[in-house]
């Protein structure tokens, strides 16, 4: 069952957005290669809060990115630029209706 998890945060003072748009690029290849990947959107909100949506095929693919994610060197820098004191996140199991 697809899991998805959510992102909510703001970047910290210097970080253009323009810097973490050309992260993204690199994050998005790398999750392309990721059992289970879905989708990943990204957008911003009028506050200057940002929101990062993952879709996985199961919760074990998701988890199993999250362990692994800083392998990745482009996460690593994309890291860099959020202030993680304003991080929120939220994960839940997509349900399906019939």
């Known amino acids: 069952m697809e899991f998805v998890g ?6 910290i003072e ?11 690029k690199g994050i998005r290849k790398a999750m392309k290669s990721q059992k289970g ?6 957008g911003k909100f009028e506050d200057g809060h940002w929101i990062v949506t993952i879709r996985w095929a199961s919760r074990e693919d998701g988890s199993k ?3 692994n994610l800083k392998q990745f060197e482009i ?3 994309q890291h860099q630029m959020i202030d ?4 929120r996140m939220e994960f839940y199991q997509k349900q399906i209706i019939l």
């Open 37 to 42: 990947f879905l989708s990943r959107e990204l």
């Open 14 to 24: 210097g970080v253009s957005d323009n810097d973490l748009l050309e992260a993204e």
């Open 84 to 87: 993680f004191t304003t991080m």
């Open 6 to 11: 959510i992102a909510k945060f703001k970047l």
């Open 65 to 67: 990115w999250t362990e």
């Open 75 to 77: 996460v690593r820098r």
